[in-house]
């Protein structure tokens, strides 16, 4: 299980240092992509397999379902990660998610989220509900 969180900044090469809880469930590839919320994801391949197969399931004909569909997938990328625990980001998901230098990690159960710091903050920031007006609407869905 993937948690936590955790800041720090990408390199003159744009390489992001994985943190080091994080390498041992992605293991040396993953894939990444853009997220919701101006951020990116980052899947072990096992994960990435396992989403792969509940998109495959959304009917083709929703023009909604193959918007998200593409969504993940035409901006997906392979990655592997260094034996110093860095990874790449590629120009356009760092400028999807406006990541320049300094970002955050956050490890939520079966992936990562890398925000930029920024982005991170602002997020944090207009979060409008209480954990327990949170809780209290998460209910509809039995947890």
């Known amino acids: 299980m993937l948690m936590g969180k955790y800041q720090n900044s990408i ?10 809880k994080y390498r041992e469930e992605l293991g040396y590839r993953c894939v990444l992509t853009k997220g ?33 569909v593409r969504h993940y997938f035409a901006n997906a990328v392979e990655c592997e990660i260094d034996k ?36 991170w903050e602002k997020a944090e920031a207009e979060e409008s509900l209480e954990p327990s007006d949170l809780a209290q609407k998460l209910e509809n869905y039995g947890i």
């Open 36 to 68: 919701i919320d101006k951020c990116l994801y980052i899947y072990p391949f096992e994960e990435w397999g396992k989403f792969k197969a509940k998109l495959e399931t959304l009917p083709s004909g929703d023009p909604n379902a193959r918007r998200l």
């Open 84 to 119: 110093q625990g860095r990874m790449t980001l590629p120009q356009e998901l760092r400028e999807y998610a406006n990541i320049e230098k300094e970002l955050v990690t956050v490890g939520i159960l079966n992936k990562i989220e890398v925000w930029s710091k920024s982005e």
């Open 11 to 20: 390199d003159a090469k744009c390489r992001m240092i994985v943190p080091s």
